[in-house]
């Protein structure tokens, strides 16, 4: 088992000495019970239970309650090479249900984020087309919508955890996916509207952000279930998350969605643009760099516990988690409580969407002892989840991307939750 060696470790609310007074008081509660919150004492009547709150006007556009200021993205001065190329991570610890409200969708930009004026805005369809198009934002609202549910995923996330144990954080070894409803046009309808001329193979995505960002993407992609999205979760897109305009690639890199999307260029081959060569290219064992993986194969991991949210009593307790597949649907997730000794069939929260953050829970009975907690997510095609030994012997150490690999969480007998890697 190797231990984790930089953690960024998040502030305790409890003192080592408090947390062991709760645990005892949680081992007494918890003794041969399965019952938490007991006493039959009367309610007390609060403050707030006695006068009249603000009115509507309080909050022209809601924000979360003041109790909730902890819920946060985060980042890590270290991995940012400046500021405007930065990475922000979603706090998975503190997320229910399968949705990732918009103010803590994870971020990842190249130049910054631009501040488009809706007005100004203009996609462009060219190239091996028949009729070239130029389109307003108005324009393309007039097209019939679609709405779906789907993950986007850096494929750097996870990319600590090649070596070791790395992120004793949730938010940092898994905080690079999020998923929401995206609004927009079916980029096929679009692709009708121009005509494809005869031989097109490829679509050039771009940006118009400073970092004139860049990806090749196979037609057969964009004609399948590819949105050119203009909301999130029922408002317009987010300045972060590419407003006015981003393409949605449903199950497949991050890199792919471009953001801030201003030309689609059809041609017959890739264009082999730096973000597909220079980066989000995987080098391989014996030196060979893997070129175009595009899909984010099936991955899970423990949300609660995790190192941020420690176990704060023994007996029952609802493990909890998030599973996706870049391939369809989770069908299965199973949890581990020894390290994969042994594995527990979890329960999947409906709505199951494809290619879309699931939410899995199991019950276990903590007594105190150490435990190896574990998820292991399985899709509709079959494909099942690595452990990192698996993925190493096909991808060696150096790689960077699409680490997919099953998550460990050392439980300690104080309720410490550690990531650690087991063999
Ligand atoms: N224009 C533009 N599009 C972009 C990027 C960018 O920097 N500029 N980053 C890409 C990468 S690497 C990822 S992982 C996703 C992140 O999307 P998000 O910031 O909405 O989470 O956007 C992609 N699209
Ligand atoms: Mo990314």
């Avoid at 007039?142 to 995923?153: K, L």
């Avoid at 690079?176 to 079916?186: F, K, R």
């Avoid at 972060?240 to 059809?266: A, C, D, F, H, M």
């Avoid at 023994?314 to 000794?341: C, P, Q, Y």
Wanted: glycine fraction near 8%; charge should be neutral; hydrophobic fraction near 40%.
């Amino acid at each position: 088992m190797s231990k984790n060696k930089a953690p960024p470790k998040e502030p305790t609310k409890k003192t080592d000495a408090n947390r062991r007074d709760f645990l005892r008081r949680g081992f007494a509660v918890g003794a041969g019970m399965t019952f938490v919150g007991t006493g039959g004492e009367p309610l007390s009547i609060p403050k707030w239970s006695r006068e009249l709150g603000p009115g509507v006007a309080a909050q022209a556009y809601g924000a979360p309650s003041v109790h909730e200021s902890g819920v946060l993205r985060k980042w890590l001065p270290w991995l940012q090479v400046a500021r405007e190329s930065s990475i922000s991570f979603a706090p998975l610890q503190h997320l229910s249900g399968s949705i990732t409200p918009n103010g803590l969708f994870f971020e990842r930009h190249h130049a910054g984020v631009p501040g488009i004026d809706p007005g100004d805005h203009r996609l462009a369809l060219h190239g091996m087309v028949d009729r070239p198009l130029v389109l307003t934002m108005e324009d393309i609202r007039r097209f019939p919508s679609v709405s779906a549910v789907h993950f986007i995923e850096c494929a750097a996330n996870t990319v600590l955890e090649w070596k070791s144990a790395q992120a004793n954080s949730v938010q940092f070894s898994h905080g690079m996916v999020s998923s929401c409803e995206w609004t927009g046009v079916s980029l096929k309808l679009l692709l009708d509207e121009a005509g494809l001329a005869k031989g097109a193979k490829w679509l050039l995505a771009e940006s118009a952000d400073a970092a004139a960002y860049g990806r090749s993407i196979p037609l057969d992609k964009a004609l399948d279930d590819a949105i050119v999205a203009y909301a999130q979760n029922g408002e317009a897109l987010r300045p972060e998350q590419g407003y006015p305009l981003r393409l949605v690639l449903p199950g497949w890199e991050g890199s792919t969605n471009i953001k801030w999307l201003r030309r689609l260029k059809v041609g017959d081959k890739p264009w082999n643009t730096r973000e597909e060569t220079a980066r989000y290219a995987d080098l391989l064992e014996d030196g060979k760099l893997r070129q175009f993986s595009f899909i984010q194969e099936a991955k899970s991991v423990i949300t609660n516990p995790c190192p941020e949210a420690p176990l704060e009593a023994m007996g029952e307790h609802t493990i909890s988690g998030l599973a996706w597949s870049g391939r369809g649907r989770i069908s299965k997730v199973d949890v581990s409580f020894d390290g994969g000794r042994s594995w527990h069939q979890c329960n999947l929260q409906e709505a199951i969407h494809a290619k879309a953050l699931t939410r899995f829970s199991v019950p276990w009975t903590w007594n105190g002892q150490e435990a190896l907690l574990q998820s292991r997510a399985q899709d509709e095609t079959g494909y099942v989840q690595p452990t990192i030994d698996q993925l190493r012997a096909v991808r060696g150490e150096n790689s960077i991307y699409h680490n997919n690999m099953i998550t460990t969480w050392h439980v300690k007998p104080n309720g410490e939750v550690q990531n650690v890697q087991v063999d």
